[in-house]
């Protein structure tokens, strides 16, 4: 016969990932962070142009879905995609997604220390 099996631990277990359920402060960050690829975006297009019309119509726009939280940053000028991937007369002038890889790591900074305060034990 074998002995019984004990798993300690369930209840802490439990708790943690309702506390993950209950994350607060991951949209503020989310938006901060977008709000920063944004600006790095329209940087590298004020390097072109200083008074881009395409700078400026970038925009941030909630794009969440139920309880998937998620930003989308872009433009709707035509001219963007056309700058950013360029054409097969023109070379391509990326804006948007080289801002985006800088600021990556910094995402995924915040969001480990969001979720490391939403684990963290509490007494």
Same mark, same amino acid.
């Given at each position: ?15 943690? *990932? ?5 994350? @607060? ?21 004020? @390097? #072109? ?9 970038? #925009? ?20 963007? #995609?056309? *700058?950013?991937?360029g054409t097969t ?10 801002? *985006? ?11 480990? #220390? *969001? ?9």
């Open positions: 016969m074998t002995a019984p099996v004990e798993i300690r631990g369930l209840e802490m277990l439990r708790q943690r *990932l309702a506390a993950l359920g209950a994350m @607060t402060g991951l949209d503020p960050a989310l938006r901060a962070e977008a709000e920063a690829v944004a600006a790095g975006a329209r940087a590298t297009l004020a @390097t #072109r142009h200083a008074d881009s019309p395409l700078a400026r119509s970038i #925009r941030i726009i909630d794009a969440s879905e139920g309880d998937r939280l998620a930003f989308a940053i872009g433009t709707d000028e035509p001219s963007g #995609r056309y *700058l950013e991937f007369r023109m070379r391509a002038f990326p804006w948007l997604r080289p801002s *985006l890889h800088v600021r990556s790591p910094s995402v995924n900074q915040s969001l480990r #220390r *969001l979720v490391a305060i939403a684990l963290k034990p509490r007494g």
